[in-house]
């Protein structure tokens, strides 16, 4: 279980961090070193499935919410790759289900 986390992982950090050979290393790095910090423990300890389930939920974020700029000039170019998340502002929601207002409107009431 933990090495397709540690897998996936690494390719979602190749793929969020693709062309920034500094950062793409230090992800890595960070990768394994967390990975390593967690070798120790058996495979029935009860940290285990929480360990792999923020690893899974990390890479799905560097997936899906991470988007690369990278200044020409006067304008940044965005690198939006197929897993990037796109959308609209519906989806933002506050606690308890109350949904964004602007000028007493929300989002539906266009």
Do not use: W
Not at 10 to 32: C, E, P
């Amino acid at each position: 279980m933990a090495l397709p986390a540690y897998r996936g992982l690494l390719r979602a950090a190749r793929i969020a961090f693709q062309g920034d050979s500094r950062v793409l290393n230090a992800a890595r790095s960070s990768i394994r070193e967390g990975f390593r910090a967690n070798a120790s423990l058996e495979p029935t300890n009860p940290e285990v499935p929480g360990a792999i389930k923020h690893a899974e939920e990390v890479a799905a974020l560097l997936r899906k919410n991470i988007v690369q700029g990278k200044k020409e000039g006067e304008v940044y170019k965005l690198r939006i790759h197929e897993d990037t998340e796109r959308g609209d502002n519906d989806t933002v929601k506050f606690p308890g289900g109350k949904t964004v207002k602007i000028d007493g409107k929300t989002c539906t009431d266009r």
